[in-house]
């Protein structure tokens, strides 16, 4: 059972790619004009467009110090950073700074600059497209130029505040180092004067002394001792008040000048704190800022990127191709025609019985062709198909009186309906083929007879049914009747008992009676399908359209009539696989229907296959 449904699906699916093929097989044309047409564009398009120039540069970020141990995470904010630059390029108001530079406006709109980063890598390519060679160039490198600028700012602004602020520090511990220092200086002086004025006093109360003592009449030992004593320490005191004066130092300590003299090594020393900070900021600022280095200056190409003719055109047509490919099923998909077996069996419920194919090019007019005069060729044995298969529905019940019909004008009916008689003929059956279309008529020029008379004056009364029954020559068992003059109530006519009665006579005398009806757009079709014993329509495929068919069988149907199936007509022999019947008979090669034409009718009894 799983077996059998595989085979359903796999069927449908040929079939359904078959027919794609077929639709592109005959839609074609409108797919190679696509293709000329957009080959065509592309190519216009290409020679009008102004040529446009690529100048490409690249840009290597790397660690300032190389000193810096490498490792991943600094190799990954390398990366990172390099992304950041990246974007950076792209950004309007840098464009905005490179244009003023440059003396021309870059649009960011107009992805004249293309920045991406070599993955894995801390490379930056750089590619500005212009009109002018050299305007790409001068582009290129000024945007490398404001990147390692604004890079050295971007960087300096991490370490701004930081200096900023140890500057600060600095700029107030050097007013608080002058301050000690004036102040250190006053002390330092006003203790050394007082320190001078001292000895000095001392110096002079010493003298003052050794001039007593030597005004002294009294000698002595004591007196002289005395006298040593004071001259030693009038001699300390003069070489101390020299030292003073001389060095500018005070003697021994002061609790002003040393408490000074603490507070200004205090300052000092934070002072060189300070330094020392402002130092290591610095240096951190030059370790972390990323190097921004060129590798090499803009290099513009000889040739134009823009435009390529070539692909131009290879696009274009591409395009447009698919364009076509979207109206070929546009179309396809908005035809409501008739066009493959498939439609009549699913849509209409019906069978379709033959397939007749169009006369070839520079054969004659399917209205001229004769299935008697050319027995070997393939219409008839399309035709011979047909036949059998009409023999086939009427097992059951005997089809003795067969209406030829169709949905709308210009389907063949008619032209089924001279060969159908002649082809059923030629079994030995006595036909009797009568043109009931009494609007249009048509089928005695297929016969060269004319409509003078015919069945309009049987209804009349003017003339018996065999006056109007025209024999052909040549011993075919064909009788023809025609229409005579055209009555205005061709519709009451044909529904009258009258048209019971001569139907009822033409099959006593004879074995099948073909009627040639109007389309079924008129009720004529629909009042004789109810009188005979069943209704052929004839359907051109990718003429007929499905709602016009539908409409027919339905009304016919309605009527009572015995639809027996489908015959199509007039199928194109380049799209015969396409419309689904006529490859049953072009693959044998036959002939052309000029060899036909000199054969003997005779000869139609001799197998298909035969020369």
Partial sequence: MEN?????????????????????????????LGIVLG???????????????????????????????VDITSTINLQQTAETYVQFLKMEPVLNMVSERVGYKIDPEMDMVEVSLVPNTQIITLAVKDTSRERAALIADTLVQVLIEQNEVLQAGRYAESETSLLAQISEMEKQL???????????????????????????????????????????????????????????????YTALIVTGKIQGDDEQVTRLEKSYDLYQQL??????????????????????????????GDKPIRPRPALNTVLGALAFLILAIGLVFLLEFLDDTVKTPEDIEKKMGLTVLGYISEVPAGGRKQ??????????????????????????SGVSHPLNVILVTSAGPGEGKSTVAFNLADIIAQTGKRVTVMDADLRRPTLHSFYNLTNRVGLTDVFRGRLKLGEVTHSLDEGRSVSIITTGSLPPNPTELLGSDKMNTILAALKKSGDVVILDSPPAIVADA???????????????????????????????????ANVVG????????????????????????????????AQSPDQEKAPAGES
């Avoid at 069943?534 to 009527?559: F, S």
């Fill in 178 to 240: 002058n301050s000690l220092q004036d102040q250190l200086e006053e002390a330092n002086a006003a203790a050394l004067q007082t320190q001078i004025k001292d000895i000095q006093t001392r110096i002079d109360e010493t003298k003052e002394g050794l001039i007593a003592l030597e005004n002294d009449p009294e000698e002595s030992s004591e007196k002289t001792v005395q006298l040593e004593q004071l001259q030693s320490l009038l001699q300390s005191y003069q070489e101390a």
């Fill in 526 to 560: 629909q009042v004789l399908s109810a009188k005979v014993d069943g209704v052929l329509i004839v359907v051109r495929p990718g003429h007929t359209h499905e709602d016009e068919l539908k409409a027919t069988v339905e009304q016919l149907k309605r009527a009572g």
């Fill in 271 to 300: 002072y060189l704190n300070l330094l020392s900070n402002l130092e290591s900021v610095r240096m951190a600022r030059l370790q972390n800022t990323p190097n921004v280095v060129q590798v090499s200056p803009a290099l513009v």
């Fill in 367 to 392: 209205g001229d062709l004769s299935v008697a005069e050319q027995p070997r060729s393939p219409i008839s044995e399309a035709f011979r198909s047909l036949r059998s298969n009409l023999e086939f």
């Fill in 566 to 597: 489908v015959v199509f007509n007039r199928i194109p022999q380049n799209r015969a696989s396409y419309y689904g019947g006529y490859k049953h008979y072009s693959p044998y090669h036959y002939r052309s229907y000029q060899s036909y034409s």
């Fill in 39 to 69: 080959a065509s564009a592309g190519a216009l398009f290409g020679y009008f467009q102004q040529p446009v120039y690529e100048a490409s540069t690249r840009v290597l970020v790397t660690r300032s110090s190389q000193n810096t141990p």
């Fill in 4 to 32: 059998s449904h595989v085979s359903e699906f796999e069927t449908l699916e040929i079939i359904d790619l078959k027919r794609l093929f077929e639709v592109i097989k005959r839609r074609f044309w409108l797919l190679l």
